[in-house]
Every structure is written in structure tokens, then in C-alpha cells.
């Protein structure tokens, strides 16, 4: 994605079309897609003076329930993602097993399972 334009350049296209420049010409002016100037201009129009807040959302709709994760995590340390997102769901919070882990993940929670015993040992590995 091109990086966004300045609020500097807006306002200038703005003024422009607020002087009675057509959307067309104030962006051969100003050396802006068309299209720029003319949803610059509507959004004007709507009381939309600067631009929106670019990228994703900050956070998950986990964060809420990180309480009630980690409560479960505790309380079975061997819990498996599936019965976690079974348990989730009676809580009425539909998420899949991919973006659990992940959210997982980003805190420090990791699930290794581990054979007690190593395939080439006589005795178990603790």
C-alpha cells in the first residue's frame, strides 16, 4: 500500500473545491488521482475533515476474557485448544483454534506436549 498523503495536501485540495475548483481540475492541480479528490470532497461534505485511522484494530475480542482463559489454563494444565474453544463457546465467544493459539502466543503461552518417555531411553525423561 502507498504511504498516505499529507493533511496539509487535503486541506489545500479542499480549499480548492470550497473556491468552486472542480474535483477533476483540483487534482490535476495538486498532482492527485482523481478519485482522491472526489472522496476528499464527499467526505468533506459529510463534516469528514481529516482522514481515518489507517490499519487493524488494536487488540482481540479475547482480551475480555483473558480472566476466564487463564482460570481455565489453571485449572487443567493439560487442557487442549479444542476444549478451550468448546468452553469459549458456551460463554457465547466464537473463535477457531488458529487464532486462539496465536492470541496465546502473543502472551506467553505455549503447549508442548512431551512423551514422558524418549523413544531411545529405558527410563522416563523429566
Known sequence: MA????????????????GGMSARSAAAQFGIGISTAIAWMASARQGQLTPVKQGRRGGSRLDAHEIFIVGMIEEAKDITLNEMVLRLEEKSVSIGRSALDVWLRKRGWTFKKRPLMHWSRNEPTF
Request: proline residues 0%; positive net charge; aromatic residues 0%.
Open 3 to 18: 504511504r498516505a498523503l499529507s493533511n496539509d495536501l487535503r486541506s489545500r485540495v479542499l480549499a480548492a473545491s470550497a
